[in-house]
């Protein structure tokens, strides 16, 4: 994902274009999968290690920029460092690398070179827990929808927050969405929310927008139906310290679809189909803006 929000906002149209692998996006989401039994992780998973105490033996050796794709092409210098691409090669040889080649030969070790600061987020280890509550869906006519299943008792704050926004479906359900990630301190620092089962929904928030199931494109690798799997909460953005400034990045939530088969097809990485929310300030403000120059 592109950190400028100016990009995120052009990417809305070409997301309305509701099909997967689109090139002009600028949000994507690629899986890559191991099988259950693999040279890198064991088969069953480690009990009571955290962090680099359950590393695995052998690692596959990723570009000495971005930290992330597999680095393929070694620098034809040093033979040390490895990169993704010529690009992040030069940017690695413009930033520091010129000087650590350059060293005398020996002394020179890529394997520990750490990745470049600022290119990527943070990183951090997430704790997965149970949600307390299970709501109504916010898509409903009614704001009384919006109740705690199994219990007859509405609450009258949440109620009252919904009428003020009964004229407009996508308020209605922004005011149902805060609600449902609000309810427990916990739920306030959810970052992501995840459901492996087959027929699950996400959290929307906003009507507009909200795909049916019949919106949802199918797999550009083996043509079967994309489920829903998980997505990202705005908590997210207050944990990379994404500053309230101009251009600063921003999402009501980030949902993703991958192949309900979980498709091989000998590629390393495989790109699903991902859908961005924004919440109705921000999608007021674009259209503000924008229709001067569509005018």
Avoid at 125 to 136: H, I, P, S, W
Wanted: hydrophobic share 30%; proline share 5%.
């Amino acid at each position: 994902m592109c950190p400028s929000m100016s990009c995120l906002l052009r990417d809305q149209h070409e997301q309305g274009k509701g099909w997967a692998g689109n090139p002009r996006r600028s949000v994507k989401v690629f899986r890559c999968q191991l099988p259950k039994n693999n040279p890198f992780y064991p088969v069953e998973e480690p009990k009571g290690c955290i962090g680099t105490e359950c590393e695995a033996g052998l690692h596959a050796r990723l570009c000495d920029w971005c930290g992330t794709w597999k680095g393929e092409k070694l620098c034809s210098r040093c033979r040390k460092a490895s990169y993704c691409s010529k690009k992040h090669q030069e940017l690695h040889w413009c930033a520091s690398h010129k000087n650590d080649c350059c060293q005398i030969p020996g002394s020179f070790d890529g394997s520990i070179l750490p990745v470049m600061a600022g290119v990527g987020w943070p990183e951090f280890m997430m704790v997965d827990d149970e949600e307390t509550y299970c709501f109504a869906s916010c898509g409903g006519n009614s704001s009384k929808q919006l109740v705690v299943q199994g219990q007859s008792k509405t609450d009258d704050i949440t109620l009252s927050l919904m009428d003020q926004f009964e004229a407009d479906d996508d308020n209605r359900c922004w005011a149902s969405f805060l609600d449902r990630i609000s309810r427990n301190p916990r739920d306030r620092q959810q970052v992501l929310r995840y459901c492996g089962e087959e027929n699950a929904k996400p959290l929307w928030a906003v009507s507009s927008g909200s795909l049916r199931s019949a919106d949802i494109p199918s797999c550009i690798y083996c043509n079967g139906p994309l489920r829903y799997e998980f997505q990202v909460m705005p908590q997210l953005l207050h944990y990379f310290h994404v500053e309230n400034e101009r251009d600063s990045l921003d999402w009501a939530t980030i949902v993703v679809y991958t192949c309900q088969e979980s498709c091989d097809k000998n590629i390393s990485y495989k790109e699903e189909f991902v859908c961005v929310q924004l919440s109705p300030d921000t999608k007021g403000t674009y259209r503000t803006t924008s229709s001067p120059a569509g005018s």
